[in-house]
């Protein structure tokens, strides 16, 4: 695994870790006692409530008889004993406190109730919360009343009565959570602590939504931004409006309530179709049928959301909002969320490695979401949607982070790569600049003598100075000499000029060194041999020995070197080629790796060269002890500067061998190729 996902696997797996621990914080945040030093231990009121459907000022007395009321264990939906009833539910429970303890500053806690509430403790009302009126909704306040210690009994023994407004049928009762005593402090503080969380989640994900829905606008190629800013900022307000600030703050009104409900019928579909979009724009290949069914399912739930939403904004009606909200979404959104839970784990197991952690967050915050909207039909203490999609958010902006940095090292490195082209290219005009600049200096330079020559041969022939035909021949055979050499030196410095700027085109191959000398050693042994000069091929490498070359390049490099070493040999002398594995590099090529080198040698036995001129053999117009202006007929004097820039072209060195007693020796050096 590479570097790239080491990281944002472990950042996911301490996000995991960190969402399966605040779940089990949450789970226990209830019902386990919070005893501290000198403190109270919390009293838990779970089982053994007696029940009645009815209302009597009698049931809140300690004295009254409910012998004949039902048992049932809290939390509870009241429907399933009462259902399809109206009117007021009375629960009462004797309960023990611990002996030896002080009785003061304490509280009691009833969780969420749908409806307005009175309690009673020993037949004195210590609290209500809502105006009593029939069609009072207070479904998501948490009741903390304190408990004068003057109410209590002496003995321990203390009466819980509670009188709640069914009014309405789905729910109703004690069904959130179980009822505690506990430190009115303690339930206080404990209710800050978990409400300024909320509010934390919630202030992030509206802040992130709107963040996202920003660069959407700017950049709207990508739906999948879209999708999610509306389900986190839908989230957002869910959080935010199901928490316990929109009481403190007095946001309670009815506009209230239809925010409220359009977050909760939102945040599934749009995060269902983000899921399905950011997955599509994945695949490289046809979708499957799992994805056009999905596709289509997350389009009408989608809609669904759209039109339900419009509902809820132009219709005023509480009690309707209500039943839809219970009915009809509870169960749309259940098997959207574990539908789109199940794709996300189809998908989990198709996608490649460096997604499947963001797929796999996906299932998470599906699942929670599953879970979510069970919580009014089993109590799940905490709110676990929250935590999945946190988490989800904390793994997709950990991915995208690393993404982008990604980009960012990819760019710096083109942009390297660029100022690399760019001094590359700004090198080869300097270059072809200086080769433009020293052409037209040699052509300035080194043509004035056969043009000269030209131009005085065919004055003396338009004055008549020569008279016989035979001197007009010899005179005209001169001007045409020096017409070639002069057309020689002119192709050798435009080709020279090419291949100094870079222009002219190599056609590199793989080539076997040995066939090469050999195929030199054949086209001119008749020349060689012609010229009375023994030629002989003392090759000693391996036959499988090959370098990448332009084989007709070289054989111009051999030819110029052969050429010069004819010129320069008297008859019954010797010239000699082969090639052998490199010993040893010399100084400019000692940093070009470990990788294995040819040299190829072309020798002869003549006049030799001064080593004084032996630096200087490879510049232009250079003869050794003449120069090519001297005879320019002869030959340009500029083939061993070509040759020179075919070597470098083929990243070798040429260089002529000092250290032999006569003669000469020139050895060019070519990488070999594995």
């Not at 509010?199 to 939504?209: A, D, M, N, P």
């Not at 300035?444 to 008549?464: C, N």
């Not at 010899?474 to 050499?485: P, V």
Request: include cysteine; hydrophobic fraction near 40%; glycine fraction near 8%.
């Amino acid at each position: 695994m590479s570097e790239d996902y080491k990281r944002p696997l472990a950042v996911g797996l301490l996000a995991l870790l960190f969402f399966l621990g605040t779940i089990a914080w949450s789970a226990t945040g209830y019902s386990q006692p919070t005893t501290e030093v000198g403190g109270y231990p919390t009293v838990t009121l779970d089982s053994s409530w007696k029940i009645r459907q009815a209302d009597s000022p009698e049931s809140s007395s300690p004295l009254y008889n409910d012998a004949d009321w039902q048992t049932i264990q809290v939390p509870a939906n009241t429907q399933e004993l009462f259902p399809g009833q109206s009117g007021y539910l009375w629960y009462r429970q004797w309960v023990q406190l611990p002996p030896g303890k002080p009785l003061y500053d304490l509280g009691i806690r009833l969780g969420r109730i749908a409806s307005a509430d009175e309690v009673y403790v020993n037949g004195y009302q210590i609290g209500s919360s809502g105006s009593g009126r029939a069609d009072e909704l207070d479904n998501e306040k948490i009741r903390i009343y304190p408990i004068p210690a003057a109410v209590l009994a002496a003995d321990g023994y203390n009466l819980v009565a509670i009188r709640v407004n069914r009014y309405y049928s789905d729910i109703g009762g004690l069904y959130s959570e179980p009822v505690v005593i506990e430190e009115y402090s303690q339930l206080i503080n404990q209710l800050i602590r978990d409400q300024s969380v909320k509010f934390v989640f919630s202030s992030v994900f509206l802040l992130l939504g709107t963040a996202l829905l920003f660069f959407f606008a700017i950049r709207r190629q990508q739906k999948e931004l879209l999708f999610f800013s509306l389900g986190v900022i839908s989230l957002g307000v869910y959080i935010f409006y199901g928490s316990q600030w929109r009481y403190h703050l007095g946001m309670e009104t009815i506009y209230d309530t239809r925010l409220y409900y359009i977050s909760l019928i939102t945040i599934a579909p749009v995060f269902a179709r983000f899921a399905y979009v950011y997955l599509d724009g994945q695949q490289k290949e046809d979708k499957a049928v799992i994805d056009t069914v999905f596709d289509y399912y997350t389009r009408g739930m989608l809609l669904y959301a759209v039109v339900t939403d419009g509902l809820l904004l132009l219709y005023d009606n509480g009690t309707l909002w209500y039943y839809f909200i219970t009915f009809v979404s509870q169960y749309l959104g259940m098997p959207l969320c574990a539908i789109a839970g199940l794709y996300s784990l189809y998908q989990f197991t198709i996608v490649s490695w460096d997604k499947k952690l963001l797929v796999f967050m996906f299932g998470v915050a599906f699942a929670s979401g599953t879970a979510e909207t069970v919580e009014y039909e089993s109590y799940i203490p905490g709110n676990l949607v929250m935590w999945g999609v946190m988490a989800l958010v904390l793994i997709s902006t950990m991915i995208m982070a690393n993404r982008f940095f990604r980009l960012q090292d990819k760019v710096k490195e083109y942009s390297a790569g660029l100022e690399k082209l760019v001094d590359i290219r700004t090198r080869q005009l300097k270059v072809m600049e200086e080769s433009r600049r020293r052409l037209l200096a040699n052509i300035s330079h080194d043509l004035r003598t056969p043009v000269s020559s030209v131009l005085g041969h065919a004055e003396l022939l338009m004055e008549d100075v020569v008279e016989s035909p035979e001197q007009q021949r010899a005179y005209i055979k001169r001007i045409h000499d020096k017409m070639l050499g002069f057309n020689r030196l002119i192709q050798d410095l435009f080709e020279l000029a090419k291949i100094e700027s870079q222009q002219e085109r190599f056609l590199m191959a793989p080539v076997t060194a040995e066939s090469l000398v050999e195929n030199i050693y054949q086209k001119y042994l008749y020349d060689v041999q012609n010229a009375g000069i023994a030629f002989e091929n003392h090759s000693h490498i391996p036959q499988n020995v090959r370098l990448q070359a332009d084989e007709d390049r070289l054989d111009q490099v051999f030819a110029n070197l052969i050429s010069n070493a004819l010129r320069y040999t008297s008859p019954g002398g010797c010239i000699v080629i082969g090639c052998r594995l490199a010993d040893g590099l010399p100084a400019d090529l000692s940093g070009a790796g470990n990788g294995q080198f040819i040299c190829f040698t072309v020798a002869d036995d003549g006049i030799g060269i001064e080593p004084e001129q032996a630096s200087r053999i490879f510049e232009r117009f250079c003869r050794g002890k003449e120069t090519a202006r001297d005879n320019p007929s002869e030959h340009s004097g500029l083939g061993l500067a070509i040759a020179k820039e075919i070597i470098l072209a083929h990243n070798g060195r040429i260089w002529v061998d000092t250290t032999v007693s006569h003669g000469c020796t020139i050895h060019f050096l070519l990488p070999a190729i594995e």
